[in-house]
């Protein structure tokens, strides 16, 4: 999916600063801010055993049930051979559902008590009832934690291909993009055999104690926080009927906001990362015009390294544009780079 500061351009960069700079006996990662999760799951295709991590629960969601799955799952509980299929016709005929209790129809996509535009109403419903019948499934102990995540993760990276926004759920269009007209459809999540993965939801501060090679860290870069461009995706996710507010109908964020996101705590919680930091590498992504300047990073880094083996990486910025990766005058991406002392 398109994420705000996701690294699809980049794997190769990280990949390749993590076999130049290190002893080459690399074997875990952490991906403490995995965000769409494209870098946990590049490194585990790459062979890597990987920890990842985020604040948000929608994103654990997907990095759960993609890379943290080591096979596809069997549904042997379900006796649904293809429970995804299953979901997808579930839904054919909208207009015998039940409405009621149907939190993303009825807060997401117009109807007489909403004005709001993220969905059509068919697919709006349809996101409520497959959503509901994968919690059923769970509560009626049907189907894993495997099996939930991996239907979960399936309905997560569908939802955006039938939103009427532009990239984040920040806003929504005052206008039907032609997208909205697509029916949802779930096609099932790629996984990859390989090593052990662990997933976790919360604070980076928790998951620092746990051991690996490599810390990779890509925080936000700016102000700019995450719950409020993705907050119907972590209603899906969590669908635990929040309390919401104002014209784009957003959720409570008060104990997800960033350290990463304010001057006032960018540069003590860098500190943090890297002093609390168990893995034997760290390497940061950032960006040159990010709310702490490249300078006083650095200096964070090299006050943590074992002498000579900080390092600065820089790439012109890209970014997609009509799926085009562009250049962006000025603006350099960054790897930050260090072997902790
Ligand atoms: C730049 S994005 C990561 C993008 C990701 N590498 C990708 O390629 O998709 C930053 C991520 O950090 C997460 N985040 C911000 N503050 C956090 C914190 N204190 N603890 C854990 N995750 C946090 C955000 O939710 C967001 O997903």
């Not at 993220?118 to 769970?138: S, V």
């Not at 890509?218 to 119907?232: G, Q």
Request: hydrophobic letters at 30%; proline letters at 4%; one cysteine or more.
């Amino acid at each position: 999916m398109r994420y705000i500061g996701g690294k699809s351009l980049l794997l190769n960069n990280i990949q390749n600063a993590i076999i130049q700079y290190t002893d080459g006996n690399v074997k875990k990662i952490t991906d403490i801010f995995s965000g769409s999760g494209v870098v946990g799951k590049f490194m585990k295709e790459q062979g890597y055993s990987i920890i990842s991590n985020d604040l948000l629960y929608f994103s654990y969601a997907i990095a759960r049930g993609t890379t943290g799955v080591n096979s596809v799952p069997k549904f042997k509980s379900l006796e649904i051979k293809d429970p995804i299929g299953y979901l997808n016709q579930i839904v054919e005929d909208t207009d015998s559902l039940n409405r009621e209790n149907c939190f993303i129809y009825e807060n997401y996509s117009p109807n007489e008590n909403c004005e709001r535009m993220y969905f059509q109403n068919d697919n709006a419903l349809r996101i409520d009832i497959i959503r509901k019948q994968i919690e059923d499934w769970k509560h009626d102990e049907l189907i894993t934690e495997d099996e939930y995540y991996y239907l979960l993760a399936s309905l997560l990276q569908a939802v955006p291909y039938v939103a009427n926004i532009t990239g984040t759920f920040g806003s929504y269009l005052k206008f039907w993009d032609k997208r909205t007209y697509n029916r949802l459809t779930l096609e099932p999540p790629q996984i990859i055999k390989g090593k052990k993965c662990e997933c976790y939801c919360g604070d980076y501060t928790k998951i620092l104690s746990k051991k690996s090679d490599v810390l990779y860290a890509d925080p936000p870069y700016n102000s700019r926080e995450y719950l409020p461009n993705y907050h119907v995706m972590e209603t899906i996710a969590r669908y635990d009927n929040p309390v919401i507010r104002g014209v784009t109908g957003i959720r409570d964020y008060s104990e997800q906001k960033s350290a990463f996101c304010k001057k006032a705590t960018v540069e003590e919680a860098f500190k943090k990362l890297i002093e609390g930091s168990n893995s034997r590498y760290i390497l940061i992504s950032y960006n040159n015009e990010g709310i702490i300047s490249t300078e006083a990073l650095s200096a964070i880094c090299k006050a943590y390294a074992v002498p000579d083996t900080f390092r600065l990486i820089e790439s012109d910025y890209r970014r997609y544009k009509n799926k085009i990766p562009n250049n962006t005058e000025g603006l350099k991406e960054q790897l930050y780079f260090l072997k902790r002392r």
